[in-house]
Nanobody
Framework: VQLQASGGGLVQPGGSLRLSCAAS????????IGWFRQAPGKEREWISG????????YYLDSVKGRFTISRDTAKNTVYLQMNSLKPEDTAVYYC???????????????????WGQGTLVTVSS
């Protein structure tokens, strides 16, 4: 069982990146997916999620309208499209998966069973 996150890099303010989270050993669509980020010196922060039963997306207010979560069931992969990036978006981004998560616990790190290794996003001119 593994989650592999990728797609990070250096981008200028206002630019875009698409992060990918590929699963192996289990079916992502049967779980709730979360994207988190952790900036230097800060706690890990939930930014987006997608529920397993209906695929409904959820977003942190600060990324709503700029980030879009999606999934490709055929590729067993979840994506995070990030547009209009700001320097404050700089962080290591993690994907996570959990099978027992409900809406009220989606933002909690503790609720997730599996984590990707993280991919660094740096927004700087």
């Amino acid at each position: 069982v593994q989650l592999q996150a990728s797609g990070g890099g250096l981008v200028q303010p206002g630019g875009s990146l698409r992060l990918s989270c590929a699963a192996s050993g289990f079916t992502l669509a049967y779980t709730t997916i979360g994207w988190f980020r952790q900036a230097p010196g800060k706690e890990r922060e939930w930014i987006s999620g997608m529920k397993r039963n209906d695929g409904r997306p959820y977003y942190l207010d600060s990324v709503k309208g700029r980030f879009t979560i999606s999934r490709d069931t055929a590729k067993n992969t979840v994506y995070l499209q990030m547009n209009s990036l700001k320097p404050e978006d700089t962080a290591v981004y993690y994907c996570a998966s959990g099978s027992r998560i409900i809406t009220s616990t989606m933002r909690m790190v503790e609720g997730y069973d599996y984590w990707g290794q993280g991919t660094l996003v740096t927004v700087s001119s």
